[in-house]
C-alpha cells in the first residue's frame, strides 16, 4: 500500500509560504531591534521554515510508524546537542 503524496497545490502553497518567509527573514535582517529578540526572531522563522520542509517536502507528514520515530528522536537528538553546547557557553568564566 503506497502512501499518499503530497498534491501540487499543497507543494505550491509550501513554496510560496517558504518565500514569504524568506522574505520575513531578509527584513528582519535589516531591522534594529534587541539583540536577544532578533536571535530568538530568526530560530523561529528558521524553525517554521524546517518544520515546513521536513513535513511536506521529506514527506515525513504522510509517512507512518518508523519514518516519525526516527524523525522525532533526530529533533530529540539535535536539542541536546543545542542544549549541551549552550549549556557549555553558559558556564564558562570567560575573560573579556
Same mark, same amino acid.
Given at each position: 500500500?503506497?502512501?499518499?503524496?503530497?498534491?501540487?497545490?499543497?507543494?505550491? *502553497?509550501?513554496?510560496?509560504?517558504?518565500?514569504?518567509?524568506?522574505?520575513? /527573514?531578509?527584513?528582519?535582517?535589516?531591522?534594529?531591534?534587541?539583540?536577544?529578540?532578533?536571535?530568538?526572531?530568526?530560530?523561529?522563522?528558521?524553525?517554521?521554515? /524546517?518544520?515546513?520542509?521536513?513535513?511536506?517536502?521529506?514527506?515525513?507528514?504522510?509517512?507512518?510508524?518508523?519514518?516519525?520515530?526516527?524523525?522525532?528522536?533526530? *529533533?530529540?537528538?539535535?536539542?541536546?546537542?543545542?542544549?549541551?553546547?549552550? /549549556?557549555?557557553?553558559? /558556564?564558562?568564566?570567560?575573560?573579556?
Amino acid at each position: 500500500m503506497p502512501s499518499a503524496r503530497p498534491q501540487r497545490r499543497t507543494l505550491f *502553497i509550501v513554496y510560496v509560504s517558504l518565500i514569504v518567509l524568506l522574505a520575513i /527573514t531578509a527584513v528582519a535582517g535589516r531591522i534594529s531591534v534587541g539583540s536577544n529578540i532578533h536571535d530568538l526572531l530568526a530560530f523561529g522563522i528558521s524553525a517554521a521554515k /524546517t518544520a515546513l520542509i521536513v513535513a511536506i517536502f521529506m514527506e515525513v507528514h504522510y509517512d507512518k510508524g518508523v519514518v516519525r520515530v526516527f524523525a522525532g528522536a533526530g *529533533i530529540v537528538w539535535l536539542f541536546l546537542l543545542f542544549l549541551f553546547t549552550f /549549556t557549555d557557553y553558559l /558556564t564558562r568564566a570567560w575573560r573579556f
